[in-house]
């Protein structure tokens, strides 16, 4: 039984064995060496996933992330969603006369609480003549509260960032990744509980993937 039993079991059992194979053959590999994807983690991603969509197409695109202060004044000028917020979403909400193209998307809780927001835009002397509305927009919100907001220009494509009150003109995708990693991600989590380098590490991919 000692001898055999091995080799039995093997014969025995080979449908179960060969579709567990199967299974664990189909399993992708970050899958493997990775935790569970953490809800920030994912809508970095969508971003990113929807800027390089949107960005060489010229698809305008306005999105507010509310962090510590609430945007509830913001949202209650859109179109109500609370959805969870994917690539796919953020890309057929801006398509060109769709109903909910025009205006500003705000994220709250990691979703997309309202489409079509109407948001404060940024006046001053220290504003250039040639922002359009969608960055003075970015702008203002990001003066009168401490949300972040991401731009995507009609005109050009370019993407910017705008925070604390500044515009963060033509950035790649790269650095508009790196960016909410800091701001969304690693913030978010208690300084004790930090890990340098693990966050960054699941998001850094080769340029081309």
């Known amino acids: 039984v000692i001898n055999y039993g091995a080799i039995a079991a093997v014969v025995i059992f080979a449908p179960e064995l060969r579709s567990a194979l199967e299974t664990f053959g189909r399993t992708p590999q970050h899958f493997l ?19 390089k969509y949107m960005s060489p197409r010229k698809i305008g695109a306005l999105v507010s992330i509310e962090q510590t202060q609430t945007l509830q004044e913001q949202i209650a000028t859109g179109i109500p969603l609370d959805a969870v917020v994917t690539g796919e979403l953020l890309i057929n909400i801006f398509i060109p006369n769709t109903p909910l193209h025009d205006g500003a998307v705000v994220i709250s809780n990691n979703k997309i609480k309202a489409a079509a927001c109407m948001l404060p835009l940024a006046s001053g002397q220290d504003i250039a003549k040639e922002l359009g509305t969608r960055h003075r927009a970015g702008i203002g919100i990001s003066k009168e509260s401490d949300a972040i907001a991401v731009i995507v220009s009609e005109e050009t494509g370019k993407i910017s960032i705008a925070k604390d009150g500044k515009l963060i003109a033509d950035v790649n995708e790269e650095t508009l990744k790196k960016t909410l990693i800091k701001d969304i991600v690693t913030d978010r989590i208690p300084e004790k509980e930090r890990k340098p380098n693990i966050i960054w590490k699941k998001f850094k991919k080769d340029k081309n993937d």
């Open 33 to 51: 060496q990775n935790k569970e994807v953490s809800s920030d983690e994912k809508l970095v991603q969508a971003f990113v996933k929807a800027v």
